[in-house]
């Protein structure tokens, strides 16, 4: 059977969901133990006869590839085939800048373009001013920023044009 290709849209351990480019959703499992799969990878798939359906039998080249180190200290992919990162913080909860310091340096090490989204800016004006400052620092090193108010609709257009 000639292979079929698609991107992979759901992953549950040894099996995925992969969506052809007809728009059909086909459930596949994965061949062979060393073929490490994500969301978002683009593969070939077989149609079988066997119970298990279809099989993905070669994942093909990756865009941009974001990883961590897990437990056991080896890198583990996260994210494929992303175009830009966008990293979106509100207060309230007061965000773990951080955690944001280090999405950009994964962005970086990916050469993904990032831009961080402060949200919820119709809030109390006192609450903002630590976000603020921090995405004024971020803005000053080069970081596209964006704020927003998801519940106003305002800069939405902006960031819309950021997306782009």
Known sequence: MAAVEGRVVASFGRAVQVETSAGEFIDCSIRGRRLQVVCADRVRFEHSARPAGAVVIERLARDSVISRVNSRGQAETVAVN???MVILVADPP??????????????????????????????EPARLARCRAELAA??????ATCEISALAGSGMEKLGYALR
């Open 138 to 143: 971020w803005h000053d090193i080069g970081y």
């Open 82 to 84: 992303a175009s830009q």
């Open 94 to 123: 007061l965000p773990d800048f951080y955690l944001v310091d280090r999405y950009l340096a994964a962005a970086e090490a990916a050469r993904l373009p990032a831009i961080v989204v402060l949200n919820k800016v119709d809030g």
